[in-house]
């Protein structure tokens, strides 16, 4: 008779925009009991310093929009069933919030299929710590009373319709992971005559010592941003509460091209170099 696996717990784990101390209490708890921990690109590395037992595993499972050296998510499913059936306390930990535009879905299902216990932890998601840390409300009395989160990282995500109720809106406009398709973003925006008094914000690297805010109008995004390149990750916020920056703005920017979070580039990180008790999965 064959024996059946006893699967240990996946927890599905947000670690918060960047900055460290805006990760959960909940989060921590379950850093500090986890067997092993698959980790996004997008966590801090003091998160993983600070806050995980010195005996734990930690598998590095980056992902980078349209880069193949991106691990798979097919990869990321294996790990978990691997890891859960060796009876362990399995964190995967996310960037920013595990229900906010992160392949959750595909690991609830593989979860689901093998019968292994899990739990999500929520927390602070990109939206909501980019937007305090510049000082843009998302919703204010008189500018916006609604938020929408949407993401254009490819050209068939958002229809023709769908952009010409997008510009009528007054709510305010959030993209994940657009910074490379912004000048689409805003092209599409203005040709459906979006109101004048909308204003665009590009955040970099949100909440973490290197945050930029790049703000414009949208009818002169061409002439102001059109040709820059935003560090990942960058939020994109649109909207008449983008003019409550300039008043309310409370970390000054910083001039910087560095990098909070290491690009992935096949080669292992410094902490993955130094730390000998943790292992680096190839990117798939």
């Keep these: 008779m064959s024996k059946q696996p006893t699967y240990g717990k996946v927890i599905l784990a947000s670690a918060g925009p960047g900055d460290p101390e805006l990760v959960t209490v909940k989060t921590v708890r379950w850093l500090q009991q986890a067997d092993v921990v698959l980790t996004d690109r997008l966590v801090s590395p003091d998160i ?107 050209s068939d995500i958002v229809s023709g319709d769908t952009w010409k109720e997008l510009a009528d809106t007054d709510d305010t406009l959030v993209f994940y992971m657009s910074g490379e398709t912004l000048s689409t973003v805003v092209e599409q925006l203005t040709l459906h005559g979006i109101d004048a008094a909308k204003k665009l914000a590009v955040i970099e690297q949100a909440t ?31 909207g008449k509460v983008v003019s409550l920056h300039e008043q309310f703005a409370w970390l000054p920017n910083i001039n910087s091209t560095e990098h909070y979070f290491t690009p992935l580039t096949g080669r292992l990180t410094q902490l993955e170099d130094t730390t000998t008790k943790k292992r680096h999965v190839s990117r798939a």
Excluded: M, W
Excluded at 60 to 81: A, F, H, M
Excluded at 84 to 103: E, P
Excluded at 208 to 223: E, N, R, S, V
């Design 48 to 154: 993983l310093t600070n806050y995980v037992n010195n005996k734990t595993e930690i598998i590095y499972v980056g992902k980078q929009c349209r880069r193949g050296i991106s691990t798979s998510q097919q990869t990321i499913n294996e790990l978990l069933v691997e890891q859960a059936s060796k009876n362990k306390i399995v964190v995967r930990l996310k960037g920013g919030d595990t229900s906010i535009f992160s392949n959750v879905l595909d690991e609830l299902e593989t979860l689901v299929q093998h019968n292994i216990p899990y739990e999500i932890v929520p927390g602070v998601t990109a939206a909501l710590g980019a937007a305090a840390y510049a000082g843009i409300p998302l919703t204010a009395r008189g500018l916006s009373v609604g938020v929408r989160f949407l993401t254009y990282y490819k």
């Design 208 to 238: 973490t010592p290197l945050q930029q805010i790049h703000t414009c109008d949208l009818y002169q995004y061409a002439d102001q941003l059109k040709d820059k390149t935003f560090r990942s990750p960058s939020l994109v916020i649109i």
